[in-house]
Nanobody
């Protein structure tokens, strides 16, 4: 059974940092693109970051570019999301997702595997 399990969420003050982790089990994703999405209350799930199978290519929307960094460790079957300079608008449940192909996508429907999500709350 394929599982993606996120961890690392929590409560942080504006300007603070968090590192989210996503551990995959049940199969290897070392040859698959991975992504992070987030969903705030009452809003649609939105794309946050994506990384190709090797880690060479990454993509971010303008809303997080320069503040968030996605990375991966294929030996550990794990993908990370470093969140810096956090803002209250970043408050959401953050989801890890995986594709069956090696190249990245920003489209939610292109990801076939999802984690259960981890809550990130940015508040003073």
């Amino acid at each position: 059974q394929v599982q993606l399990v996120e961890s690392g969420g929590g409560l942080v003050q504006p300007g603070g940092s968090l590192t989210l982790s996503c551990a995959a089990s049940g199969r290897t994703f070392s040859n698959a693109a991975m992504g992070w999405f987030r969903q705030a209350p009452g809003k649609e799930r939105e794309f946050v970051a994506a990384i190709n199978w090797s880690g060479e290519y990454k993509y971010y929307p303008d809303s997080v570019k320069g503040r968030f960094t996605i990375s991966r460790d294929n030996a550990m079957n794990t993908v990370y999301l470093q969140l810096n300079s956090l803002r209250p608008a970043d408050t959401a449940v953050y989801y890890c997702a995986a594709r069956d192909v090696s190249y990245i996508s920003i489209r939610r429907n292109d990801y076939g595997y999802w984690g259960q999500g981890t809550q990130v709350t940015v508040s003073s």
